[in-house]
T-cell receptor
Framework: NAGVTQTPKFQVLKTGQSMTLQCAQD?????MYWYRQDPGMGLRLIYY???????DKGEVPNGYNVSRLNKREFSLRLESAAPSQTSVYFC?????????????FGSGTRLTVV | DAKTTQPNSMESNEEEPVHLPCNHS???????IHWYRQLPSQGPEYVIH???SNVNNRMASLAIAEDRKSSTLILHRATLRDAAVYYC?????????????FGTGTRLTIIP
């Protein structure tokens, strides 16, 4: 009963380095999402994928790219990390039944860019 | 987006019921009302959702006003583990492209 699995759990990057955050779900959900949460704030949507093969920008997409590798996996890439991208990143998934389904979140990746 | 208003913080005594209010006066008729909570240093956790009728599950109850402009999350007997930030989110119906939009939520403190 893994649900949504995110890797890594912690990461420290130097400014300008790149990395990919991985997310996988085992619930056969259609939709997947990437959020970031800065200290003391609510979550903000970066990108989402309503179904396999589609991706769309959320509220704060600049500096990020995503890939919906298959139905299970949705990765988030930082091509050139900046200190402003220091945050906790959460992946989520759900079945897109017009809102009549709960979302499941991963436990997060805590990223620090120095 | 539907405008949502929640108290910034609330306190409750352990083992007593807790009523967390939410106003969503601009909600549309097909938008589900979702509630999530986030315990310290964890990801958000689904609590409950509903459309028009009151809903119950093992975690909580959701009371939805008849005009749907407000709702109340009810924790029947609060425990210390219920201390968290609670988010009320009207989920804008969009033909399978729905997205949760988080506000700042209500920080619930449980007093032993």
């Amino acid at each position: 009963n893994a649900g949504v699995t995110q890797t890594p759990k912690f990461q420290v990057l130097k400014t300008g380095q790149s990395m990919t955050l991985q997310c996988a779900q085992d619930m056969n959900h259609n939709s997947m999402y990437w959020y970031r949460q800065d200290p003391g704030m609510g979550l903000r949507l970066i990108y989402y994928s309503a179904s396999e093969g589609t991706t769309d920008k959320g509220e704060v997409p600049n500096g990020y790219n995503v890939s919906r590798l298959n139905k299970r996996e949705f990765s988030l890439r930082l091509e050139s990390a900046a200190p402003s991208q220091t945050s906790v990143y959460f992946c989520a998934s759900t079945d897109n039944e017009g809102g009549n389904y709960g979302y499941t979140f991963g436990s997060g990746t805590r990223l620090t860019v120095v | 987006d539907a405008k949502t208003t929640q108290p910034n913080s609330m306190e409750s005594n352990e083992e007593e019921p807790v009523h967390l209010p939410c106003n969503h006066s601009t909600i549309s008729g097909t938008d589900y009302i979702h509630w999530y909570r986030q315990l310290p240093s964890q990801g958000p956790e689904y609590v409950i959702h509903g459309l028009t009728s009151n809903v119950n599950n093992r975690m909580a109850s959701l009371a939805i006003a008849e005009d749907r402009k407000s709702s109340t999350l009810i924790l029947h007997r609060a425990t210390l583990r219920d201390a968290a930030v609670y988010y009320c989110i009207p989920l804008i119906s969009n033909f399978g492209n729905e997205k949760l939009t988080f506000g700042t939520g209500t920080r619930l403190t449980i007093i032993p």
